[in-house]
């Protein structure tokens, strides 16, 4: 079994218990739930730099990227910093992440919230806007046409961004449809964790314009967007280059400010 097939199986365990711990009526009362979501895809395509920032504590690629960090001080210093929005990791077991630290991003912040978590179940969209997110991922490597295709028309009736991902040519034909808003390109093979920025640029004309291009993995330079922003691409997942460091936040700032 390869990393990702793990990750999954542990997920629907996971998932067939948070049902029954919490009912989805009880999560349709969250004071969360009837916000307007603002549109991350919106505002990349309005932006010049194109930054999501994450908030990732480790990944089974990186064991330590920064165990010291208060979520609520890093999505306050992602927003003032610039960035369009900010994707939170809510895997446990894998990732380090939770649930509640989407709820104290949200606690701080207005800016568009991607909730990065394995989406198996319609669920786990309703958790996400429970706990303050607008944005879901879609994982393609994991998710048959009729998944993507079910879960993301039920994300857009919940007035939710979707941010659909993928690796390889056939991910990317498979998932081509109209209740997508952004198309990812994972630089990183979730399988073997290979990175190489050539996948944003060969996959990139086979993307349709109407979607906004998103480039996402081993980005850490200026010169890497630079590379990629002629191939279409307005948005950029930084990860562990910022999460690296002592104060995510200043260091997206700093990074923001250089490429403007
Ligand atoms: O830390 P990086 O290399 O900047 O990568 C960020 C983000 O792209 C990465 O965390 C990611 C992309 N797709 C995912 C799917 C699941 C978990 C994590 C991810």
Redesign the pocket.
Known sequence: MNILDKIIADKRKEVALRKQLIPVSQLEQSVLFDRKSPSLAQALRDSDTGIIA?H?RR?PSKQVINHNLNVQDVATGYESAGACGMSV?TDGKY?GGSLDDLLLARASSSFPLLR?EFMIDEYQILEAKAYGADVI?L?AAVLSQSEIKSLSEFAKTQGMDVLL?VHNLEELQKSIMPSLDMLGV?N?N?KTFEVSLDISKTLSEEIPDEFVKVS????STIEAIKELRPFGYQGF?????FMKTDNPGRSAEAFIKELK
């Open positions: 994450e990732k990944s990791l990732f990065k991922l994982i991902e994972n990183r979730l996402e993995s081993g980005i997942l930084i990860g562990e280059n």
